[in-house]
């Protein structure tokens, strides 16, 4: 026994000291010479991480899980499991380690940490979030842990909560380059190009070959205008043939913004192929598709979408979601009381995503007395406090007030100033309480074309029942039988406005959408592409395109197998020419 205990010391030491070869034939001599389990556990432990440091994980998976045959109580073997599955890809197997691990040692900070980055590559952004600000309620000062939750929030698409938590981060470990990386992704989502440039610049001007950073730097230089900036940057990155997986993404909306989609199929058929995670898998598969789309080839792009979809596999709750739908009409059927609020300032655009709410709001902008706000959270927190309460006009017009101070700041000399968060169709009931005189424009779109665009996108989980035809079909009933339910039970007033009616006739619609404003024309409006405004939303490089008809009808290439997002088209057939404008009475009608 003295002999293998002889052994197992030496084999850790040169373990430590980081003499590879020789600690793993020491540790496996100390097996191989004594019976004694705990022994025979620890070496088979140690022999793990010694082989996750020779990259060889699936060797290292195999000596944790003997180590734990022998002790199933050896935490660090089992938390040493969870790391090399990760490493191998399976990431669920890992989550179950490193919940193992917590339920016995719940102080344990890197374990939660760990978990949260398994979930994240599963592209499981709840969970992770959960697990991150649990790690930096156990450790505040857990740099790491305080950027990965940065990351798990803007996933969520939040927006002013992990820009503060990745600036923690980033106070917590100012050289750190990883999350200052992580920090300039954020402020490209958030539309802070300049200085997301400025932070990418700042990693690469110590570490040159920064793939993620140079990745974000493209990104952030194409959002921004500057494509032919954006290429150079990953120009060599492609050329060579092994891009990062954000540099390939990048490429190809630069190809698709060039109009050379087809230039970008073989780089993001082969970062697909050489991608483990999950979530990334997504990420490429969904820009494969769209690319292949661009390209005219359908059956192949579908086949990537489709492929997608299901590596994402976000969970809707259809039966739950109507039975919410259900409430809404049973709680607003009755006239309510309203605030004495008499400020038209918010103006609502509603509508599925993707039927042209950012198109109107990007045209609507461009009037000089138009604000676009963009998708802002300030109605539904706001409902979330009128919830189950008897509400007094006093009451309400101090909510109303709230929601006022907040969208004034961003536009203080602005007449108008519209919310284009497309769930905000679940709230008109709310915002008719607060604002009497507010305006809504409700955006339509043929359900086809709405349902298949909804699935080539790469939506924040917020969405989840974008992914499947079968939740977007039910989605759309529910949709459809709530504005029904406004039409008759929602006093503001509302226009109605026809994607396809829209894009064929810019100057009509955007003189009736002005006249319903009533404001002055504006030639501004009708030239969305040249207005410099910042769109974060997933149309951003269609807004800089001129107004086309391109996409009406797009759904036709799709036809053999769309056929539950083709049934909606009967159902709900769009009224293209009328703009089905209702005022209840009241001037300026469109």
Known sequence: MNDALDLYNSGTRALQAGQLRPALALLQNAIDSTS??????????????????????????????????????????????????VAIGDHTGAITAFQTVRSVRPDWAQAANNEGAAWMALGRTTEAEHCFREAVRIEPTFAHAWGNLGAARAAQGQH????????????????????????GHLLTELGHFDA??????????????HSDARAGLSLALHRSGDTIGALARVAPAIAAGDPHPDEA???????????????AVDTLRSALGRAGQP???????????????????????YEAIAEANDLRALSFDA????????????????????????????????????????????????????????????????????????????????????????????????????????????????????????????????????????????FKDTLPWATRQEDIAAFTEDYHRLMNHWAEHCPLRML??????????????ATR??????????????????????VRTASHDQIRRPIHTGSIGRFRAYEAHIQTLLNLRSRFPQTEGTGDRRDHGRKHHA
């Open 279 to 301: 979530a990334t898998r997504v990420l490429l598969g969904k820009q494969l598709g769209q690319v292949l789309d661009a390209a005219g080839r359908s059956d192949e792009a």
């Open 319 to 458: 039966q739950e979601h109507t039975a919410h739908i259900d409430s809404i009409i049973h709680s607003t059927q009755h006239k309510q009381p309203t605030s004495t609020c008499e400020d038209d300032t918010p103006v609502f655009i509603v509508g599925m995503p993707r039927s042209g709410t950012s198109l109107i709001e990007q045209m609507l902008d461009a009037h000089p007395q138009i604000h676009g706000a963009g998708e802002r959270g300030d109605l539904q927190m706001i409902a979330k406090v009128m919830a189950n309460r008897e509400l007094d006009q006093t009451m309400l017009h101090e909510l109303s007030s709230a929601y006022l101070n907040r969208i004034r700041p961003l536009a203080p000399d602005a007449r108008l100033i519209t919310d284009k968060m497309p769930d905000n169709f679940l709230y008109l009931s709310e915002a008719a309480r607060l604002f009497p005189q507010a305006r809504v424009i409700h955006c339509i779109r043929d359900p086809a074309d709405t349902g298949l665009s909804c699935l080539f996108q790469n």
């Open 160 to 183: 002013a909560a992990p820009l503060h938590t990745m600036q923690k981060a980033l106070a917590l470990a100012p050289d750190d380059q990883h999350i200052r990386t992580k920090l």
């Open 36 to 85: 004694n389990d705990t022994i025979r556990g620890a070496a088979l432990r140690n022999m793990g991480v010694t082989l996750r440091r020779l990259d060889a994980p699936n060797e290292a998976v195999e000596s944790f899980i003997a180590a734990l045959r022998l002790d199933k109580n050896d935490i660090d073997a089992r938390y040493s499991l969870g790391n090399a599955l």
């Open 196 to 209: 997301a440039v400025r932070t990418f610049n700042t990693v690469l001007s110590g570490m040159p070959n």
């Open 496 to 509: 109605t406005v026809p994607y396809e009616a829209l894009v064929r006739d810019p100057e009509q619609w």
């Open 249 to 263: 993404v990048a490429f190809a909306r630069i190809s698709m913004f060039m109009d050379r989609p087809e230039d």
């Open 513 to 534: 959408l002005l006249r319903f404003l009533d404001v002055p024309f504006h030639s501004g409006v009708i030239h969305p592409h040249q207005n410099p405004r910042i």
